[in-house]
């Protein structure tokens, strides 16, 4: 029996119907985190084009780092992952 590894996908649909590709990702060396490095980190992991423990490893993110971004990007949008509003979202 042939296993055949599945990778994720090259492209994502976004909600709002545009295409997200891995070259939408910040670099890897990425060391000043703005809310929209953020968030494309967050939907490129909630819409599977890069996997949990990958954007970890790539990233050197915490796993309760990434969680708080995905948790406050869900709940209160983009403007949560901004670094100045910290204390109005949390």
């Given at each position: 029996?042939?296993?055949?590894?599945?990778?994720p996908?090259?492209t994502?649909?976004?909600?709002d119907?545009?295409v997200?590709t891995?070259?939408?990702?910040?670099?890897?060396?990425?060391?000043r985190?703005?809310a929209?490095?953020?968030?494309a980190?967050?939907?490129g992991?909630l819409?599977?084009?890069?996997p949990?423990?990958?954007a970890?490893?790539?990233y050197?993110?915490?796993?309760q780092?990434?969680?708080?971004?995905i948790?406050a990007?869900?709940t209160?949008?983009?403007?949560?992952?901004?670094?100045t509003r910290l204390?109005?979202y949390?």
């Amino acid at each position: 029996m042939l296993h055949q590894k599945v990778s994720p996908p090259r492209t994502v649909t976004l909600e709002d119907g545009t295409v997200m590709t891995r070259e939408d990702l910040p670099p890897q060396s990425t060391k000043r985190w703005t809310a929209s490095r953020k968030e494309a980190v967050v939907q490129g992991v909630l819409y599977g084009l890069l996997p949990q423990e990958e954007a970890k490893r790539c990233y050197q993110l915490s796993d309760q780092e990434l969680r708080s971004w995905i948790s406050a990007a869900q709940t209160h949008g983009t403007d949560a992952l901004k670094a100045t509003r910290l204390w109005v979202y949390r």
